[in-house]
């Protein structure tokens, strides 16, 4: 929470054209909880992942985007999503890893906790647990520790070396 997933998927829909899509909106629209808060979809979240359901909600992520458009994916956060769009997707799957402080993270979503404790029970939520080990497969890592101007721009420059057309 408050790495910056949403501000880099959405900057590269605006400014690329990506397509947007996100884990906690195919879980919301599949489990119908128009009303869930972040923490309800937490729960939800968890639920489906020790229900052993993580494969059917990547499934019904990958069956949503337009595979002739690059796409931006917010909230990989487990090891079967890595692999889930990774073997959909192949070699044009590229996974970036943000990174910031425990405390710079709470600054950014603040306005969501009374206190600095309700974010951190809520970061140690179980389906926040495994994020970390995403790192190794990533093949970029941003700090967003500084501004969305420079969290833009190392996306900007990573984009640009890479030439990544068709990257999802």
């Known amino acids: 929470m408050g790495s910056g ?16 899509t996100r884990y906690s909106q ?33 499934s019904r992520l990958i069956a949503e985007i337009d595979r002739s458009r690059s796409a931006a994916i917010d909230g990989v956060r487990h090891q079967v999503d890595f692999d889930s769009l990774s073997s959909s997707f192949g070699t044009s799957f590229c996974m970036i890893f943000l990174e910031a402080s425990q405390e710079g993270r709470f600054d950014r979503v603040r306005d969501r906790f009374s206190a600095f404790s309700d974010f951190q029970a809520a970061d140690s939520h179980p389906v926040e647990s495994h994020i970390d080990g995403l790192r190794p497969f990533a093949r970029l890592t941003i700090s967003t520790e500084h501004s ?21």
Do not use: H, P
Not at 15 to 20: A, D, E, P
Not at 148 to 168: F, I, P, R, V
């Open 5 to 20: 997933k949403t501000s880099a998927a959405r900057y590269l829909s605006t400014k690329y054209g990506f397509q947007y």
């Open 26 to 58: 195919v879980l919301q629209d599949w489990l119908s909880a128009s009303d869930a808060d972040r923490g309800r979809l937490q729960i939800l979240g968890w639920d489906v992942m020790a229900g052993g359901l993580q494969a059917e909600l990547n």
């Open 148 to 168: 969305l101007e420079s969290l833009y721009n190392q996306l900007d420059a990573w984009l640009a070396a890479c030439g990544a057309e068709g990257q999802t």
